[in-house]
């Protein structure tokens, strides 16, 4: 492969891999908000 | 009474459906084609910056419109819109969201029942001894209804109606036991299959089992970037468009999906996991099997030419010739874990197109969910009858334009204004934020506001005065001559050349050259033209006939110009189907509103009532 290609290549795919795995990582991990919480998150936005 | 209280079994269940929502043939079929077309790795920037400037934003809209109508009792678009404006405009712009789901359904659910017969043959092993012209003929019979590659009687015919019971019966489910528990399975194991067949294009080596090139030839071509084609307005709408269809916004789908979200869920980490997670199978499967793997056997010249017969050509036609090279027992693998991905990416995005129809039949005509999945299961019968019966004369192509493509767009584009103007910025940017697990940059706000909209505006305005071979230095104010394929050039019939008429008599030449053969195989008769264009390119057109109903009007190696008589006898032309489609799309169209209409009164008169 010539060299503008891989890099190309490699920076794409290693982005969409990198972002897939870490959002899919923080579904998997964050714990749902209860009530209290989201109304207090509604509260405090401009 | 039935009440819709289906809901999402988990988060990883929700998104992951969301996810095989949008991973559906055009992952591995249309992505790899319309790169290699516009300028390979180039394609990508222009691809990119279509995703963060309008697949992110209207995957944000969708899901934040549909958790909103949700929230207040709606799973259907046009309550969902209407529940964002009052005004009765929107009511019968959101039944797009439903007939765009039976019309798609109507064919895509026929591209997956060639899936199953595909997984079936590849086991089988009747691939093994063909030669590459074979490969692509069986695919051909296959079409022909009459054809049977089993034995069993109009067996394309029964295939569909197996896969739509399927469909059927896991809709009739619910969400969690049903929709969700497929996503599941059929998620992950897409990926398992694309990785292996990933792996296996890249690491092909030239002189092994018939190489001709190695992998990273075809990896080399995809991503090569040729920079200037980044000037070319083509490459910025094909990319856009790819982003467009990749994500299934502009559908319905998601807005149903995300209706079933509770208020105080994150909806922007959900999108985002499901949206990217779409991005993975594209950009890093995608890109990794069909077209290396062609490649390597075939090389880029005859693959160029090939990716001409769009995605599906590629994919049917010629990929079971290609996993032969690999011997007996790896081609059926090969087979299983090719057609299986698609068939799972298939499914899942046919069954997220029967949630809404179902979530409309139930919330406002209260059916039982058995009901409503078999009333799906009966619409997309009869809307893909058509399709398959009349698929040479064009019929399964002319709803993938005009439900599968123009009413997307449309769509979206109405949808997005809905949103950023009419339902308000500052309301929208709050109910994307509720419960957002995630901070989503502020330059979102305006993105959604003003880039969304005027992106689905060009989008919307390149395809409706598309000009002849996309060459966009024509626009002048003095016009410029349209593409075929533009929505005012299908409006009108365009390509459709000299056998313009519903009936005739007489079959006329569509393209000039010299008769190149006249042949009959098994029980059809063909004639080839093969002719050139004014550019040197061959220019072959095949032309089938029935011997017993038509009479022949040309000899071998006579030349014949276009609009030469070819044949005579009582003839319907292939406009006739054409016209029958778009007026079967119009009156599924027209008999949505009317119910949708019917369904309002019918919940202002128990209003009134209590």
């Known amino acids: 492969m010539n060299t503008s290609a891989l890099i190309l290549m490699v920076t794409v795919e290693s982005i969409a891999t990198i972002l897939t795995g870490w959002f899919f990582w923080k579904v998997l991990t964050i714990k749902p908000k209860d009530d209290e919480e989201t109304e207090n998150q509604l509260n405090n936005q401009p | 009474m039935a009440v819709n209280n289906d809901s999402w079994g988990s988060r990883v269940g929700l998104v992951l459906a969301m996810a095989g929502n949008a991973v559906g043939f055009g992952n591995f ?11 390979g790795g180039a394609f990508i920037i222009p691809y990119i910056v279509s995703f963060l400037l309008m697949g992110i934003p209207l995957l944000f809209i969708e899901w934040a419109s549909g958790r909103y109508g949700g929230s207040l009792g709606h799973h259907s678009t046009p309550f969902i819109l209407n529940s964002m404006d009052k005004r009765k405009i929107w009511r019968y712009v959101g039944v797009f969201g439903i007939f765009s789901n039976i019309a798609i359904a109507a064919y895509y659910c026929y591209i997956e029942s060639w899936t199953i017969s595909y997984i079936y043959h590849s086991v089988i092993g009747t691939f093994n001894s063909m030669d590459q012209t074979q490969v692509a003929a069986f695919f051909s019979d296959y079409l022909d209804v009459t054809t049977s590659t089993t034995g069993i009687p109009y ?184 057609f299986g991905l698609l068939f799972f990416a298939g499914i899942t995005s046919s069954l997220a197109m029967g949630t809404p129809v179902l979530s409309f039949l139930r919330d406002e005509f209260n059916w039982k969910r058995k009901n409503a999945a078999l009333a799906f299961g009966i619409i997309v019968m009869i809307m893909g009858l058509p399709t398959i019966l009349f698929f040479n004369q064009g019929v399964f192509d002319e709803y993938d334009y005009w439900a599968g493509t123009v009413s997307l767009v449309v769509f979206a584009l109405l949808e997005s204004i809905l949103f950023s103007w009419i339902f308000g910025m500052k309301k929208g940017w709050r109910e994307i934020n509720i419960g957002a697990d995630i901070k989503i940059p502020v330059v979102y706000k305006f993105i959604i506001k003003f880039i969304t909209p005027f992106a689905l505006i060009i ?36 390509g459709i050349g000299p056998n313009n008429t519903y009936f005739a008599e007489d ?14 195989f098994k029980n059809k008769s063909y004639l080839i033209i093969s002719g050139q264009t004014a550019k040197g390119n061959d220019q072959s057109k095949v032309y089938s006939f029935n011997p017993e109903k038509h009479r022949l009007k040309v000899n071998f190696r006579q030349k014949v110009s276009v609009g030469q008589t070819l044949y005579t006898g009582n003839i319907i032309n292939k406009v006739f189907y054409l016209d029958m489609a778009r007026l079967l799309l119009c009156t599924l169209f027209l008999s949505i509103s009317f119910m949708v209409h019917f369904a309002f009164k019918r919940k202002n008169r128990k209003e009134v009532e209590k």
């Not at chain 2, 079929?29 to 300028?39: E, H, T």
């Not at chain 2, 919307?460 to 002849?468: D, E, H, I, K, W």
Request: aromatic share 12%; proline share 3%; hydrophobic share 50%.
């Open chain 2, 459 to 494: 989008v919307f305005m390149g395809a409706l005065v598309r000009p002849v071979n996309d060459d966009w230095s024509l626009i002048s104010l003095r016009g410029w001559q349209l593409h075929n394929e533009s929505i005012i050039g299908q409006l009108q019939h365009m």
């Open chain 2, 29 to 39: 079929l249309r992505f790899p084609v319309q790169a290699v077309q516009n300028g």
């Open chain 2, 507 to 520: 079959f006329y030449a569509e393209n000039s050259g010299m008769v190149d053969s006249v042949y009959t």
């Open chain 2, 155 to 338: 067996e394309g015919l029964v295939i569909f109606l197996l896969c739509l019971a399927l469909n059927t019966y896991i809709l009739s489910k619910g969400l969690t036991d049903g929709v969700e528990r497929v996503a599941k399975i059929g998620v992950p194991l897409l990926i398992v299959f694309g990785l292996f067949l990933a792996i296996k294009g890249v690491t092909l080596k030239a002189g092994h089992e018939g190489v001709v090139n190695s992998g990273t030839v075809g990896l080399n071509f995809l991503w090569t970037p040729d920079f200037t084609s980044l000037s070319n307005p083509k490459v910025w709408l094909a990319a856009a468009g790819q982003i467009f269809f990749t994500l299934s916004v502009g559908m319905g789908s998601i807005q149903c999906y995300a209706s079933f979200v509770k208020k105080n869920q994150d909806i922007a980490l959900n999108a985002m996991s499901a949206g990217w997670m779409n991005e993975f199978v594209e950009i890093v499967l995608g890109s990794s099997i069909i077209i290396p793997i062609a490649i390597g056997y075939l090389g880029i010249d005859k693959v160029v030419e090939l990716t001409n017969l769009g995605g599906l050509g590629l994919g049917f036609r010629t990929m079971p010739f290609l996993f032969e090279q690999w011997g007996n027992v790896l081609s059926a693998i090969a087979g299983v874990a090719f």
